[in-house]
């Protein structure tokens, strides 16, 4: 989930835990061969898989409308997707609206009221709307029958809100464990990183578990830090914890941002601190960090996510679900590591939807019986 700067308000409290060096004996235990396998499976151009059987998406959907909710069209995240939902639906023949908002609760408030006025069969809270913000609105359209659910807002191992109908997940705890592995992989099994997330977040808390789970599973000597920056105070805080970290710790060799826009804080600390020898390993594939990775600047690799097929991806489970075609509950859009062997792909300057292919395209199309 990419956010800007100032997104989301929150009071969380940055957590600091005590880490040392780890030494000689960690490339000895760590299993290396296991994360290597992970990021060679990683590193293959995403192949398209259907989450289920075909159907015919045009004739069931002919009477249909879907409502998107995205967190803030403020964010390119939420706007890249809503753009692939609404190509989708075009291709499809079915009526959806994207709505516009700031981030402010009362806008998806009325948004759900306008959605359940003008008879819409769905709405979709996109890429991050907390439901129990609005758990009374929702309450009230499933009562007048609308459907509700979630596209890209929970990881794989949560539990959605009992008010989500339908439940289309990313695989947040996958990018965590891409993430260790990297490390791992480039310090011969010596990491000694701070993990740098934003707790109120959905799915922070899996996506940082991930990362230390798997360090301490298959990198025992491995040592790691979890820093929670709020995402309103990126700006004025990153870069301080960065730099106290490097002073507490001179052994540091990585930093973990869960988030790829943290970058944007963490580049200047590292520099600041003449500490350009640690690296960055991050997730989301947003355009400007994929910059930073092909200029060389600190970020050596990035887990990407195509977003408009986590679009196309959204829609296929919302049609599934008012269709009766069966229950998806991940989306399955691929995560592709991009380093300096493959950034380029991604385009000069990069974009959003670069380097992917375009499987996903002629594969939904398919699978919906339009080609």
Known sequence: MDFKQGSVTSAAAILAASFAFAGSAGAQEANLDKARALLDEARQLPKFEAPGEAFDAKACMADKKVYVIPLTTENPFNVEIGNAQKQAAEAVGFDITVSDNQLNIDQWVQAIQTAIADGYDVI??????????????????????????????????????????????????????????????????????????????????????????????????????????????????????????????????????????????????????????????????????????????????????????????????????????????????????FDDSNVETAGVPAGYDQGYGDGHVNGFRKLWGLD
Not at 126 to 143: F, H, K, N, T
Not at 152 to 172: K, R, W
Not at 198 to 227: M, R, W
């Open 124 to 337: 979709d809270i996109q890429g991050g709307v907390p439901p129990e913000a609005i758990g009374p609105q929702l309450a009230e359209a499933r009562d007048a029958g609308v459907k509700i659910v979630a596209t890209h807002l929970y990881d794989v191992t949560q539990e959605p809100s009992e008010l989500i109908d339908g439940n289309f997940a990313m695989n947040y705890s996958r990018a965590g464990e891409l993430m260790a592995a990297w490390a791992m992989d480039k310090t011969d099994g010596n990491v000694n990183a701070v993990i740098i997330g934003s707790d109120e977040i959905i799915p922070t808390g899996p996506f940082v578990a991930a990362i230390q789970e798997y360090l301490d599973t298959n990198c025992p000597d491995c040592k790691h830090k979890y820093v929670n920056v709020p995402v309103v105070e990126w700006g004025s805080q990153i870069q301080p914890e960065v730099q106290s970290a490097l002073v507490a710790d001179p052994d540091i060799n990585y930093i973990l941002p869960i988030y790829d826009s943290m970058s944007a804080f963490i580049v200047p600390a590292l520099t600041l601190s003449n500490r350009e020898d640690v690296r960055i390993a991050t997730y989301n594939g947003t355009p400007f960090v994929l910059d930073l990775l092909r200029d060389g600047d600190l970020v050596e690799m990035n887990v990407g996510e195509s977003l408009a097929w986590v679009g196309w991806a959204g829609i296929d489970g919302t049609m599934r679900l008012l269709c009766d075609e069966g229950e998806v509950t991940e989306l399955n859009t691929p995560l592709y590591i």
